[in-house]
């Protein structure tokens, strides 16, 4: 019916969409998008790979084998994503739908990704890379590769749908409550929506993990990615220390409480979020979480359960899958991944169209600033922004 490139990360949740996409008829190209952190050079070509026999001008998965490959992997590794073992995973399963399968170099254009998250959390924001690469790369380099290849759609394995109808598509929730990622897809181009396929969004996880099972799929008990692909092992202020070895020290400084006394001190705020609790170093007595990160004074503010509740928020760097004119007076809006979307009133800014602020019919605990808030009318993807502040 119509050519799809496919993003296949070697998972379970886009090996099934390879088989829901080919069993609706479509021809459907694989490809597999190398961006972590240096690893078997998994899709690196050589220059016999690049012959006739690869007519769509994208570049051969090579370096992997068939069969199982050696992860390595430390106690401590957690499972992300985009290495070696999940592209021979990716190829295995293209091979047996007999799905042309490809791999696409972008680590250079990762790379903003991993300082975007470095320079986040030396700026006291808390960053979500996983949203961004899905605005950047997934949805964005992705759809360049499509156009180089004549395709009409992109699909990927997310837990979220599409609703196309009468010429305009809507970007809506996944069946799966427990498992909708439609949060993380809100940075999308408007105008790129009605070239988006979503297979897996309609069915539940157990349901998708049913049909690799039947289709006698490898990866069909494989478990979900769950970390930063690129912080594979460790803390994630290790790897922020890592990155910008200058700013070792730089960073470290009080634990004070909202009252302003001094209750203990830290190696650098990196390591904190809006909303901590566990691993603070400090005991109080009572239960005290991080409310607020100060770059400028390195401190990191302590306070009640109480005292991280904020009314509101304001936000950047919007993106409106809709007329944002047409916004309706009472929405939801999610401000963290594994959150839910909470009644609120979206107000925009006529000077900066950038630019909105949100007010939430009950106080909402841990905004953080970094963070994504995301804007749903019932199911529906309206829109969203970055959060900038909490607002009191």
């Not at 998708?208 to 289709?215: G, K, P, T």
């Not at 960073?251 to 979020?273: I, K, L, S, Y």
Request: with cysteine.
């Amino acid at each position: 019916m119509s050519r799809v490139v496919l993003a296949m990360s070697g998972g379970v949740d886009s090996s099934v969409a390879a088989h829901l996409l080919t069993q609706a008829g479509h021809e459907v190209i694989g490809v597999f998008m190398r961006h972590g952190e240096a690893s078997a050079s998994a899709c690196r070509i050589s220059s016999d790979e690049a012959s006739d026999s690869n007519p769509l001008g994208l570049p051969v998965l090579a370096g992997t084998s068939m069969g199982a490959v050696s992860t390595g992997k430390r106690a401590d590794h957690k499972q992300g994503c985009c290495s070696a073992t999940d592209a021979a995973d990716a190829r295995r399963v293209a091979m047996s739908m007999d799905i042309p399968f490809y791999s696409l170099d972008l680590q250079e254009d990762f790379r903003k990704i991993v300082d975007y998250f470095v320079d986040d959390y030396l700026n006291a924001r808390t960053p979500n890379p996983c949203v961004k690469c899905n605005h950047w790369i997934k949805f964005g380099k992705l759809f360049d590769y499509a156009d180089g290849v004549d395709a009409d759609y992109v699909a990927t394995g997310h837990y979220a749908r599409m609703q196309h109808t009468e010429g305009t598509a809507q970007l809506l929730r996944g069946l799966d409550d427990g498992k909708d990622q439609s949060y993380a897809l809100f940075g999308i181009g408007r105008e790129r929506l009605a070239r988006m396929m979503l297979p897996v969004g309609d069915f539940k996880k157990s349901e998708i993990r049913e049909i690799a099972a039947s289709l006698g799929l490898g990866v069909s008990e494989k478990k979900d990615s769950q970390e930063i692909c690129f912080v594979t092992q460790g803390h994630h202020s290790d790897f922020v220390k890592s990155r910008r070895p200058d700013r070792v020290g730089t960073t470290a400084g009080d634990f004070v409480t909202t009252d302003g006394r001094v209750v203990g001190q830290h190696n650098g705020f990196e390591a904190f979020t809006i909303g901590q609790r566990k691993g603070l170093g400090v005991a109080l007595g009572t239960p005290h979480f991080v409310v607020r990160i100060e770059a400028d004074t390195r401190r990191v503010v302590l306070g009640s359960p109480e005292e991280l509740l904020a009314p509101g928020l304001e936000a950047d760097q919007a993106n409106w899958l809709i007329d944002p004119e047409s916004l309706p007076d009472q929405v939801s809006v999610q401000i963290r991944y594994n959150g839910r979307p909470h009644a609120a009133r979206v107000k925009l800014n006529p000077a900066d169209p950038a630019r909105f602020t949100v007010q939430f019919v009950e106080p909402q605990s841990a905004v953080a600033p970094g963070q994504a808030a995301v804007v749903y009318d019932a199911h529906r993807v309206l829109g969203g922004g970055w959060i900038v502040a909490a607002t009191e």
